[in-house]
Protein backbone atom coordinates (compact mmCIF):
# COMPACT_ATOMS: atom_id res chain seq x y z
CA UNK A 1 0.00 0.00 0.00
CA UNK A 2 0.94 3.60 -0.40
CA UNK A 3 0.22 6.34 1.40
CA UNK A 4 0.57 10.10 1.43
CA UNK A 5 1.05 11.96 4.36
CA UNK A 6 0.88 15.68 4.94
CA UNK A 7 1.78 17.96 6.92
CA UNK A 8 2.25 22.02 7.96
CA UNK A 9 -1.64 23.42 7.56
CA UNK A 10 -2.27 25.96 9.37
CA UNK A 11 -4.01 29.86 9.69
CA UNK A 12 -2.25 32.54 8.53
CA UNK A 13 -2.59 36.51 8.13
CA UNK A 14 -2.18 37.78 5.07
CA UNK A 15 0.80 38.52 3.39
CA UNK A 16 2.41 35.73 5.79
CA UNK A 17 4.01 32.18 4.60
CA UNK A 18 3.32 28.68 5.21
CA UNK A 19 5.28 25.70 3.86
CA UNK A 20 3.68 22.24 3.49
CA UNK A 21 5.32 19.19 3.30
CA UNK A 22 4.29 15.38 1.94
CA UNK A 23 5.96 12.07 2.38
CA UNK A 24 5.12 9.25 0.39
CA UNK A 25 5.29 5.82 2.33
CA UNK A 26 4.74 2.19 1.29
CA UNK A 27 4.91 0.19 -1.50
CA UNK A 28 7.02 2.39 -3.71
CA UNK A 29 9.05 1.21 -6.89
CA UNK A 30 8.78 5.12 -8.41
CA UNK A 31 7.58 8.45 -8.34
CA UNK A 32 7.37 10.17 -11.48
CA UNK A 33 5.38 13.68 -11.35
CA UNK A 34 4.76 15.25 -7.90
CA UNK A 35 2.16 18.19 -6.60
CA UNK A 36 0.11 20.02 -4.78
CA UNK A 37 -3.26 20.61 -5.50
CA UNK A 38 -6.10 23.21 -3.43
CA UNK A 39 -9.58 23.24 -3.27
CA UNK A 40 -11.81 25.69 -1.53
CA UNK A 41 -15.13 25.81 -0.34
CA UNK A 42 -17.89 25.08 -3.17
CA UNK A 43 -15.00 25.74 -5.62
CA UNK A 44 -13.41 22.83 -8.31
CA UNK A 45 -9.78 21.55 -7.30
CA UNK A 46 -7.30 23.22 -9.12
CA UNK A 47 -3.93 22.56 -9.93
CA UNK A 48 -1.44 24.73 -7.72
CA UNK A 49 2.29 23.32 -8.48
CA UNK A 50 3.55 20.44 -9.92
CA UNK A 51 7.41 18.91 -10.00
CA UNK A 52 8.94 15.84 -12.22
CA UNK A 53 11.46 13.57 -10.75
CA UNK A 54 14.03 15.76 -12.52
CA UNK A 55 13.48 18.99 -10.32
CA UNK A 56 11.25 20.56 -13.39
CA UNK A 57 8.88 22.37 -12.37
CA UNK A 58 5.36 23.92 -13.26
CA UNK A 59 3.14 26.64 -11.14
CA UNK A 60 -0.22 28.09 -11.68
CA UNK A 61 -0.18 31.42 -13.10
CA UNK A 62 -1.70 32.61 -9.78
CA UNK A 63 1.16 31.95 -7.71
CA UNK A 64 4.05 32.58 -10.19
CA UNK A 65 6.73 34.04 -7.92
CA UNK A 66 5.20 33.46 -4.50
CA UNK A 67 5.40 29.88 -4.22
CA UNK A 68 8.34 27.40 -4.19
CA UNK A 69 7.63 23.73 -5.44
CA UNK A 70 10.59 21.14 -4.45
CA UNK A 71 11.74 17.63 -3.84
CA UNK A 72 13.95 15.12 -2.25
CA UNK A 73 13.85 12.25 -3.97
CA UNK A 74 15.33 9.88 -1.13
CA UNK A 75 12.73 10.80 1.29
CA UNK A 76 9.71 10.98 -1.36
CA UNK A 77 8.63 14.02 -0.22
CA UNK A 78 7.02 17.16 -1.71
CA UNK A 79 7.12 20.53 -0.33
CA UNK A 80 5.85 23.94 -1.15
CA UNK A 81 6.40 26.82 0.53
CA UNK A 82 3.93 29.70 0.19
CA UNK A 83 4.51 33.15 0.25
CA UNK A 84 2.87 36.48 0.35
CA UNK A 85 -0.32 34.56 1.03
CA UNK A 86 -4.17 35.94 -0.29
CA UNK A 87 -7.20 35.15 1.65
CA UNK A 88 -8.48 33.51 -1.50
CA UNK A 89 -6.27 30.94 -1.37
CA UNK A 90 -7.81 29.69 1.91
CA UNK A 91 -8.08 26.12 0.85
CA UNK A 92 -7.56 22.52 1.50
CA UNK A 93 -4.19 22.02 -0.08
CA UNK A 94 -3.39 18.03 -1.53
CA UNK A 95 -0.40 16.63 -2.13
CA UNK A 96 -0.83 14.49 -5.55
CA UNK A 97 1.98 11.75 -6.98
CA UNK A 98 2.21 9.74 -9.93
CA UNK A 99 3.89 6.34 -8.26
CA UNK A 100 4.37 2.84 -9.64
CA UNK A 101 4.44 -0.25 -6.78
CA UNK A 102 7.41 -2.55 -7.68
CA UNK A 103 4.05 -5.00 -9.07
CA UNK A 104 2.70 -2.36 -11.22
CA UNK A 105 3.46 -2.09 -15.01
CA UNK A 106 1.74 1.41 -14.74
CA UNK A 107 1.86 4.68 -12.73
CA UNK A 108 -1.21 5.48 -10.67
CA UNK A 109 -2.30 8.45 -8.90
CA UNK A 110 -2.40 9.11 -4.82
CA UNK A 111 -3.69 11.50 -3.42
CA UNK A 112 -2.98 13.06 0.58
CA UNK A 113 -5.78 13.71 2.60
CA UNK A 114 -5.36 17.09 2.32
CA UNK A 115 -4.23 19.74 4.94
CA UNK A 116 -6.40 23.31 5.36
CA UNK A 117 -4.49 26.41 4.88
CA UNK A 118 -6.41 29.39 5.85
CA UNK A 119 -5.38 33.02 4.98
CA UNK A 120 -6.89 35.58 7.40
CA UNK A 121 -7.29 39.47 6.35
Known amino acids: QVQLVESGGGLVQAGGSLSLSCAASGNIGSINGMGWYRQAPGKQRELVAVITREGTTNYADSVKGRFTISRDNAKNTVYLQMNSLKPEETAVYYC???????????????WGQGTQVTVSS
Open 96 to 110: HANIRTPIQYYYRDY
